[in-house]
């Protein structure tokens, strides 16, 4: 039995230790060396493992689960800890190293189910001479109900607030060969939180950090101003696979994140565990398949000020133009000067939030709404390239007073004028 | 014959002095310059055209004789533009006749605030349980203003975007926000554009010390007028912060960082021949802040305090206009990554990263012409970064790496082909206790655009198509030897292929996708009395489809359906996970900007099976949103505007764990709301 094998291992490595002086691990110790553990809650524990060594630093590559009385492993953690040497001196001196355990309520449910009730949580530490020295954690499972606090009573736990990941207690994805390690969340200007104008087009950068390789499955989530001036209620936005296995670091970008409604929305990033919790508890928001691994910014919806008209039935619209199309607009009243104003997105699409760039246009005077693009402004396009053209209106004291949306359109040069009349 | 331009005279006379030209927007100046040595006859016969920065300004222009007034571009941002007048003769020469800067500046104050502020009452919901967390009567308000003065010599700013939240169920968990708060001044000076500013400080650098932050604190610049040299110096957070009482100013030593960077071109007629840079960054961090997760062993009761100095210097050198990039950086840190005062002390280690560009700009730009090639790409890119390199700026950047990556990309008019490979590897210093790991991904998209007939009805139906293949291989393995030291063999393959179809026409946008991933292991198991047992893990398939479209089906009515599926499965198994997502978000505007609906429908589903089949789950969650908005009184100017709102959501949450007996809640709530929106001026 491998538990017994084990233990047989930690007694006969304890008298080796004591027989080879040159042995640079000379104990370790986990704390807390023995865990009772509720199926109906999930597990997070922060333990840590006391290293006593000198000289060399050690290495334990990965932990186990393992079943008492049963030969075989129930759960792998790949998360290795490193344990450094002190320096400068030869006498072996204690090094702690924290590690977190977490075991999600199913999983532990699972094993529950299929009669496993005793558990081992083992550690081979290992150095560079050779050196090796095993520690195991007991856990036990038990079936108590989960408790709910009463209504009047204040919760055990403080209310979780809206996504300071931050204070989330940290959990290891076990088992699997990705390992994250750091979740980022943020708009393409570094912030945390934005404030944009109703219809302006937004997305955020998720950056993720992890070792080994492997399949990120996760969910972008939306609360919007109709349910965050309440309890927000967050449905999926966009499902995410992704395979993540070249530079340690990644950036996910954002699907287009709504921007109809004024107010406040809150985006969250929700990674997927293998098991979802199960649902006991009737006040956990259980939308976020594991809370405990996600991230959340906000963003403001403001509306545009209703000093700036919007501007519509311009020409051309999602078609083609050439050096005979005129373009076309409705006269602004207070307009001093108008922007007729050609963007696109950069050739070199290399960052993970493209922006669309003004490549040309043309400076008109009140009065005007109606204009051929010209030499000038057409020497800087290409034909059969696809761009976007607005017109923006301007009071004399440089105030906006009106603008269009972006208007796709098609540059194909003496091709087009016959079919677009 | 073809048209070209050809340099005849520079030259100008105008209403302001012979040096740079400056023009004061606030007093509606116009420019006048007179084309003296060219002659009148002509400027009779040709046509006057002009460029102010990006813009054809030909419209502004008017002449007498040989005097060009150029009428006051208030469009314009305050800054400096390049000017250029040419003369178009009617056989379409175009002669260049007039060339300079323009100072544009604007010396007034331009003033803009947004406002917004809502009280909610939540007037019926399914059970006060459901909601114990949350008030029913809150308040929430969102601030933004800003206000700058961009006077010739001295320009000052300000912004300000805050939001407040009664129930302080906000991302800091307090009730107020500063999102981001900013004031500052420039001055001209002798030696160059002074600046100073307090508030959100954005370090946009992206390289080995620096990879774009935004913190709260001090900073100072000094800028050349020509941009030849940039210095910047600062005094920050080293922690995002959004509380309004929660470092505004860096005075925690334990989370504060000072630095400064600086950009240099050596050749003043050629800049881009030469541009050195440098940045230095030293502090310490408890490295938390909004919006970051820690999955590792760091939480806010243990995090330890982290700390240490980084400085980089890099050179950029580009030739044949631009065609070829050459960039070098070497980095090097000083600093305590477990924590000060306990474990390791400081420790000294370094970065670099090399680059080469070469690409179908300036001399370059027909040299693929023969081959019709329109724009092309080649590159190539080596970074190493050491087990110990730290930066307080760049804490994410991954450690004990080598990443060499080349690429190539070539686009004709309709098709682009990208080509590339990244090798990577670690255990750059060979340590003879560590596993020697290596990763090779090679990669290929291509991209094609057809020129469609717009005439033809199927392509008018279903939109102009755009089609995108693209498929990638990625090997990792290590020296089987090394399985004595770390307790696993490596050695697998992930196949990633994914094919994109994108359609757009006017009024429907539509995109299918659809991927697979397949990993496949060749690692064996391994077994050792004092490592363990080692377990590869199995060979996975893993496919994804997703179908999203957005159609406007009538004015001021638009749709947005989403549908998504993943498919998990592993290999000889019967393990398996099964998602698959539906939305449909409906807006209608029932009367123009007076009376909005919008409507959210989403449902969830997941089903996964474990542990060869001895255990499943089934999680279902469905759930509506329902807002409508009416504009009670319209926002004019400066008065004020408000606006009545119910808003009602549902959720219903199912799952089931094996055949136990299915566990459902469903919850709803109905809130009523009244907000007032004021704004003036821009709001940016």
């Known amino acids: 039995m491998i538990h017994r094998f084990f233990s047989f291992l930690i007694v006969a490595s304890g008298f080796l230790f004591a027989a080879q002086s040159q042995a640079t691990i000379e104990s370790v110790v986990v704390s807390p060396a023995n865990l009772e553990v509720n199926i109906n809650e999930d597990l997070l524990v922060n333990a840590v493992w006391t290293v006593t060594l000198s000289e060399n630093n050690a290495l334990s590559p990965r932990g186990e689960y393992y079943e008492v009385g049963s030969d075989g492993s129930l759960l792998q953690v790949n998360m290795p800890l490193n344990v450094l040497a002190p320096t400068g001196t030869t006498v072996p001196q204690a090094v702690m190293t924290p590690e977190t355990l977490s075991l999600s309520q199913s999983q532990l449910q699972m094993w529950w189910m299929l009669g496993v009730r005793d558990i081992e949580y083992i550690r081979v530490f290992r150095d560079g001479d050779g050196s090796q020295v095993i520690s195991l954690m007991a856990i036990t499972l038990v079936d108590t109900p989960t408790t709910v606090p009463p209504p009047d009573s204040p919760p055990s736990s403080p209310p979780p607030t809206i996504g300071d990941g931050g204070d989330a207690p940290p959990v290891a994805i076990s088992g699997q060969a990705l390992d994250l390690t750091r979740l980022e969340l943020r708009f393409s200007d570094f912030k945390n939180v934005k404030f944009v104008d109703r219809g302006d087009q937004l997305h955020a950068l998720l950056e993720v950090s992890y070792r080994g390789n492997g399949l990120l499955r996760g969910e972008w989530q939306i609360a919007d101003p109709a349910t965050s001036s309440a309890q927000p209620v967050f449905r999926v936005l966009h499902l995410v696979n992704q395979q993540l296995s070249d530079f340690e670091r990644t950036e996910i970008r954002s699907p287009a994140l709504p921007t109809e409604l004024s107010g406040r929305y809150y985006l969250r990033f929700c990674v997927s565990t293998t098991e979802r919790q199960t649902l006991t508890d009737t006040e956990q928001d259980l939308s976020c398949p594991s809370e405990l691994i996600s991230t959340v910014v906000g963003y403001q919806v403001l509306d545009a000020s209703p000093a700036i008209i919007e501007l519509f039935g311009l020409q051309p619209n999602n078609s083609a133009f050439d050096s005979q199309t005129p373009f076309q607009w409705p006269e602004v009243r207070d307009a001093a000067m108008y922007q007729l104003q050609i963007l696109a997105f950069p050739k070199s699409q290399q960052g993970p939030d493209p922006q669309l760039n003004l490549l040309t246009g043309l400076l008109l005077p009140a009065g005007e709404t109606k204009t051929l693009a010209g030499n000038i402004v057409l020497s800087k396009l290409t034909h059969g390239e696809h761009y976007f053209w607005r017109i923006v209106a301007f009071r004399a004291d440089g105030e906006k007073v009106a603008q269009s949306q972006m208007i796709p359109i098609q540059y194909l040069e003496g091709q087009t004028h016959g079919a677009s009349e | ?684």
């Open chain 2, 1 to 684: 014959m073809k048209a070209k331009v050809v340099l005849l005279s520079l030259m100008l006379l105008s209403n302001t002095s012979l040096a740079l030209q400056g023009l004061d927007l606030a007093q509606a100046e116009n420019l006048e310059v007179a084309l003296i040595n060219v002659d009148e006859s002509q400027l009779e016969q040709s046509t006057l055209r002009a460029i102010l920065g990006q813009y054809d300004i030909s419209a502004l222009l008017s002449r007498e004789k040989n005097l060009v007034r150029i009428q006051s571009p208030s469009a314009l941002e305050p800054g400096r533009y390049p000017l250029q007048i040419f003369l178009v003769e009617p056989s379409g020469n175009q002669i260049l006749v007039y060339e300079d800067k323009l100072d544009i500046y604007r010396a007034s104050w331009q003033k803009g605030i947004h406002l917004r502020t809502k009280a909610t009452q939540r007037i019926d919901e399914s059970a006060k349980e459901d909601f114990s967390h949350t008030v029913d009567l809150l308040s929430e308000s969102a601030l933004q203003s800003q206000a700058r003065f961009s006077g010739r010599n001295t320009a000052f700013h300000s912004a300000i975007q805050a939001q407040h939240r009664s129930d302080s169920q906000t991302q800091s968990g307090k009730k107020l926000e500063l999102a981001h708060f900013k004031v500052g001044a420039n001055k001209k000076t002798a030696v160059g554009n002074l600046g100073f500013s307090l508030g959100n400080q954005t370090i946009q650098r992206q390289g080995l010390v620096f990879n774009g932050f935004d913190r709260r604190g001090l900073s100072t610049s000094l800028e050349s007028e020509s941009g030849r040299y940039q210095l910047n110096t600062f005094y920050i957070n080293s922690d995002p912060a959004l509380a309004v009482d929660e470092q505004l100013l860096p005075t925690d030593k334990q989370q504060r960082s000072y630095g400064s960077t600086l950009d240099f071109s050596v050749f003043k007629e050629h800049p881009e021949r030469l541009r050195l840079s440098s940045g230095f960054i030293k502090g310490q961090t408890k490295n938390l802040g909004t919006g970051i997760i820690y999955l590792a062993d760091l939480n806010e009761d243990n995090a330890p305090t982290l700390g240490g100095s980084t400085w980089h210097l890099a050179a950029d050198s580009r030739w044949l206009e631009n065609a070829l990039h050459l960039h070098a950086q070497k980095a090097h840190s000083q600093f305590d990554s477990d924590g000060i005062g306990v474990g390791e002390d400081k420790q000294k280690d370094e970065a670099t990263r090399f680059l080469v560009n070469v690409n179908s700009q300036g001399s370059l730009k027909d040299a693929l012409a023969p081959l019709k090639v329109k724009q092309w790409n080649v590159s190539w890119q080596s970074q190493h970064v050491g087990e110990h390199y730290y930066s307080l700026a760049n804490i994410s950047l991954p450690r004990d790496v080598r990443i060499d990556q080349s690429m190539l990309n070539v686009g004709w008019t309709r098709f682009s082909l990208l080509l590339g490979q990244t090798r990577s590897s670690n255990n750059l210093d060979a340590q003879p206790d560590q596993a020697k790991q290596e990763s090779t991904k090679s990669q290929v998209q291509l991209q094609y655009t057809p020129l469609l007939q717009q005439s033809n009805p199927f392509w008018r139906a279903i939109g102009q198509p755009s089609l995108s293949l693209s498929a990638a291989k990625t090997n990792r393995n290590q020296r089987d030897s090394d399985v004595n030291l770390v307790g696993y063999h490596l050695d697998d393959t992930t196949h990633e292929n994914h094919i994109t179809a994108t359609f757009q026409r006017q009024k429907l946008n539509w995109s299918l996708q659809h991927g697979v991933v397949r990993f496949e292991n060749a690692a064996a198991a391994f077994s050792d009395p004092l490592l363990g047992v080692f377990t590869p893990s199995p060979d996975t398939e893993n496919r994804f489809t997703s179908l999203s479209l957005h159609v406007q089906a009538m004015k001021n009515w638009t749709i947005s359906p989403v549908l998504q599926w993943t498919d998990y499965g592993v290999k000889d198994s019967r393990n398996a996970q099964e998602a698959f997502n539906a939305g449909l978000n409906l807006s209608a505007q029932l009367l123009k900007n007076r009376l909005g609906v919008h409507l959210n429908y989403n449902m969830n589903k997941q089903d996964a099976v474990y542990a060869e089949g001895l255990a499943t789950q089934n999680y279902q969650r469905r759930q509506s949103t329902l807002s409508l908005n009416w504009q009670a009184k319209e926002a004019k100017g400066q008065k004020p505007g408000v606006t009545l709102s119910l808003n009602g959501s549902w959720s219903e949450n199912e799952n089931q764990f094996n055949s136990d007996p299915l566990v459902k809640n469903d919850n709803y709530q109905i809130v009523l709301g009244v907000e007032v929106f004021w704004a003036d001026g821009e709001g940016q």
